[in-house]
């Protein structure tokens, strides 16, 4: 079995041979020399589909240690490069576009159920890079916000604690204790609600090298001890090299799983996708981890699904073609093989010629999928199509797993994201909560209307592939141009597991602002969800009482169903919207 040992990296680095190229000159440069690793592992996956194992030792931090512990200061003035242009020239082969043809059809209803929107905050400006890719972590008291290159935690009434950048530029940066420098990208964030940690990821490319790299918290404050793993993700097959991008970051009961794009290291290769299964475990104490990778050909830009509850298995999904996505699955871990299925879809085009606003044209990317989340049966997932009328549109999945694996995998509802105004909606991020209830956040833009975040959502007994009226949430005063998103983040709050938070994004004069919010569909008080806060919801909690982590407290504490939540629904009976 192979071994990483970031201990000795981390001694390596006081050694001066080889400068890292591909940074950013000016204050955002790199100016530490490293030593390029000789102890990294040998990824081999010339075997299609074929486990490789190694293990990767972690490095434990304190962020209260940190001498700076608020390093956004606010908007960096420009310019703002894109992560891409410091990468190695990459590009997807051109796949078969049309899919086979079918008779569906995406619902463009508009139903009555409205958002309420609750709180919310401005979180990480403009930093030295552009698009931020904001991802969003939400535990029972903090926040976790991730973008292109930083990272912040903020109390639930958006308070910053800490703030820090990812990669070397920081005082320390969150990534440099590892050995991370000046180039850290495509960062991703969730809060894991079996095991109540939150955990972070980052992407590292230079020359020659190739890193995944992931911290873990050590328990539900994200101040603190943080179990940190610079993995490496240079992967061979044959006589190719390949380096990973686009990752996609989930979580089950057991295991964390990364994906990412495998381009040539120093040519314009494809390789694939990279499946990288962590055993959560030793994670959690901060102790040594099997690693084990699959790469999979023929797969694109699959995303990892965020898995509540029980699972059957650990589920996928990517974009096939007009007509099909690609679920994928690993019923093993421990020894993981990728098998998957394609699911039949509406079909769509993806919105290549970008959105049109008061400030150029925003690029809404080319169809792949955003993010996705797997709760009761159901995948849910989203991606940006073209639109009808419009330059484009969030569309979105339900796709029923409920018989999986006697009934494969099927489409139950899909939808667009209609707004007013004749408005694109782009950048879908979508969560459902143990109510069944689904809430989706979408940016929308015009010719004349800069780039606005809007929330929609839809009760299970709303008709199938209509969701309700738009809401705005947070306006920008400028327009935008180019890659400026990438996406946006969508989950669940597991105080209650039925308040939504998303992370989004507008722009302003300064440069892009990110924004945090949370919402609902109907009272977390409303027990039954019936839209009326009376008796039999005294009744739901009477039930139920004393039980524990089951999402399903109404107010602090939230390890039981006690007094408290009873006194909290007398105090609100009849109050619900």
């Given at each position: 079995m192979k071994t990483l040992t970031i201990i000795s990296f981390l001694l390596l680095t006081a050694c001066s041979s080889q400068v890292l190229t591909n940074i950013p000159e000016g204050p955002?440069?790199?100016?530490?020399?490293?030593?390029?690793?000789?102890?990294?592992?040998?990824?081999?996956?010339?075997?299609?589909?074929?486990?490789?194992?190694?293990?990767?030792?972690?490095?434990?931090?304190?962020?209260?240690?940190?001498?700076?512990?608020?390093?956004?200061?606010?908007?960096?003035?420009?310019?703002?490069?894109?992560?891409?242009?410091?990468?190695?020239?990459?590009?997807?082969?051109?796949?078969?576009?049309?899919?086979?043809?079918?008779?569906?059809?995406?619902?463009?209803?508009?139903?009555?159920?409205?958002?309420?929107?609750?709180?919310?905050?401005?979180?990480?400006?403009?930093?030295?890079?552009?698009?931020p890719d904001p991802s969003l972590a939400v535990g029972p008291n903090h926040i976790v916000a991730t973008v292109n290159m930083a990272i912040a935690f903020y109390d639930k009434d958006g308070n910053e604690e800490f703030s820090a950048m990812l990669n070397d530029t920081g005082n320390p940066g969150f990534f440099e204790d590892i050995g991370a420098g000046g180039f850290t990208f495509d960062p991703k964030c969730f809060y894991d609600q079996h095991a109540g940690r939150f955990v972070v990821l980052a992407l590292e490319q230079y020359s020659g090298e190739s890193w995944i790299t992931i911290a873990v918290s050590d328990d539900d404050n994200p101040n603190g001890v943080w179990y940190k793993y610079r993995t490496w993700s240079v992967v061979t097959d044959g006589g190719s090299t390949y380096w990973v991008d686009y990752p996609g970051l989930g979580f089950d009961s057991d295991y964390f799983y990364v994906t990412g794009n495998l381009f040539g290291l120093n040519y314009a290769g494809w390789g694939g996708v990279l499946y990288r299964v962590f055993d959560k475990t030793p994670m959690l104490s901060g102790d040594p981890v099997v690693i084990a990778d699959v790469r999979k050909g023929g797969h694109a830009s699959m995303q990892c699904a965020q898995h509540y509850g029980n699972a059957p298995s650990a589920f996928f999904v990517g974009r096939k073609n007009s007509t099909e996505l690609r679920v994928a699955h690993i019923n093993n871990p421990s020894n993981p093989t990728v098998v998957s299925e394609l699911v039949a879809v509406p079909n769509h085009g993806t919105p290549g010629a970008g959105v049109p606003n008061p400030g150029g044209t925003v690029s809404a990317l080319d169809g792949r999928i955003m993010n996705s989340h797997y709760r009761d049966g159901s995948l849910w997932t989203a991606h940006g199509i073209e639109g009808s009328g419009v330059s484009a549109v969030g569309r979105w999945y339900e796709i029923d797993l409920s018989n999986w694996p006697s009934s494969p995998a099927s489409l139950k509802q899909s939808g667009d994201t209609t707004v007013p105004n004749s408005m694109s909606s782009f950048f879908p991020a979508i969560a459902q909560n143990k109510r069944g209830e689904v809430a989706v956040v979408v940016a929308t833009a015009n010719n004349s209307t800069n780039p606005t975040l809007q929330i929609l959502g839809r009760k299970e007994s709303d008709l199938l592939g209509t969701m309700g009226v738009s809401t705005v949430v947070r306006t920008g005063n400028a327009g935008a141009d180019g890659r400026w998103g990438d996406y946006f983040d969508m989950t669940v709050d597991p105080n209650n597991d039925t308040v939504f938070w998303y992370i989004g994004e507008v722009q302003t004069n300064s440069g892009w602002q990110t924004y945090i919010g949370s919402t609902l569909i109907t009272c977390v008080e409303d027990i039954n969800a019936d839209g009326n806060i009376d008796v039999t919801d005294i009744l739901a909690l009477i039930s139920n009482w004393g039980t524990a982590g089951d999402g399903a407290e109404i107010t602090a504490p939230y390890d039981s169903i006690d007094v408290s939540d009873i006194l909290a629904v007398i105090g609100n009976l009849g109050n619900c919207p």
């Amino acid at each position: 079995m192979k071994t990483l040992t970031i201990i000795s990296f981390l001694l390596l680095t006081a050694c001066s041979s080889q400068v890292l190229t591909n940074i950013p000159e000016g204050p955002r440069a790199n100016t530490k020399t490293w030593e390029t690793p000789s102890d990294v592992p040998t990824i081999d996956l010339s075997k299609d589909n074929v486990a490789d194992f190694w293990t990767a030792t972690p490095t434990i931090i304190d962020t209260n240690s940190f001498t700076d512990k608020h390093q956004v200061k606010g908007f960096v003035q420009g310019p703002h490069p894109r992560p891409a242009n410091f990468l190695p020239k990459h590009k997807k082969p051109k796949f078969e576009e049309n899919g086979p043809p079918n008779r569906l059809v995406a619902g463009r209803g508009i139903s009555n159920t409205s958002m309420h929107d609750l709180s919310g905050f401005d979180s990480i400006p403009n930093t030295a890079w552009t698009p931020p890719d904001p991802s969003l972590a939400v535990g029972p008291n903090h926040i976790v916000a991730t973008v292109n290159m930083a990272i912040a935690f903020y109390d639930k009434d958006g308070n910053e604690e800490f703030s820090a950048m990812l990669n070397d530029t920081g005082n320390p940066g969150f990534f440099e204790d590892i050995g991370a420098g000046g180039f850290t990208f495509d960062p991703k964030c969730f809060y894991d609600q079996h095991a109540g940690r939150f955990v972070v990821l980052a992407l590292e490319q230079y020359s020659g090298e190739s890193w995944i790299t992931i911290a873990v918290s050590d328990d539900d404050n994200p101040n603190g001890v943080w179990y940190k793993y610079r993995t490496w993700s240079v992967v061979t097959d044959g006589g190719s090299t390949y380096w990973v991008d686009y990752p996609g970051l989930g979580f089950d009961s057991d295991y964390f799983y990364v994906t990412g794009n495998l381009f040539g290291l120093n040519y314009a290769g494809w390789g694939g996708v990279l499946y990288r299964v962590f055993d959560k475990t030793p994670m959690l104490s901060g102790d040594p981890v099997v690693i084990a990778d699959v790469r999979k050909g023929g797969h694109a830009s699959m995303q990892c699904a965020q898995h509540y509850g029980n699972a059957p298995s650990a589920f996928f999904v990517g974009r096939k073609n007009s007509t099909e996505l690609r679920v994928a699955h690993i019923n093993n871990p421990s020894n993981p093989t990728v098998v998957s299925e394609l699911v039949a879809v509406p079909n769509h085009g993806t919105p290549g010629a970008g959105v049109p606003n008061p400030g150029g044209t925003v690029s809404a990317l080319d169809g792949r999928i955003m993010n996705s989340h797997y709760r009761d049966g159901s995948l849910w997932t989203a991606h940006g199509i073209e639109g009808s009328g419009v330059s484009a549109v969030g569309r979105w999945y339900e796709i029923d797993l409920s018989n999986w694996p006697s009934s494969p995998a099927s489409l139950k509802q899909s939808g667009d994201t209609t707004v007013p105004n004749s408005m694109s909606s782009f950048f879908p991020a979508i969560a459902q909560n143990k109510r069944g209830e689904v809430a989706v956040v979408v940016a929308t833009a015009n010719n004349s209307t800069n780039p606005t975040l809007q929330i929609l959502g839809r009760k299970e007994s709303d008709l199938l592939g209509t969701m309700g009226v738009s809401t705005v949430v947070r306006t920008g005063n400028a327009g935008a141009d180019g890659r400026w998103g990438d996406y946006f983040d969508m989950t669940v709050d597991p105080n209650n597991d039925t308040v939504f938070w998303y992370i989004g994004e507008v722009q302003t004069n300064s440069g892009w602002q990110t924004y945090i919010g949370s919402t609902l569909i109907t009272c977390v008080e409303d027990i039954n969800a019936d839209g009326n806060i009376d008796v039999t919801d005294i009744l739901a909690l009477i039930s139920n009482w004393g039980t524990a982590g089951d999402g399903a407290e109404i107010t602090a504490p939230y390890d039981s169903i006690d007094v408290s939540d009873i006194l909290a629904v007398i105090g609100n009976l009849g109050n619900c919207p």
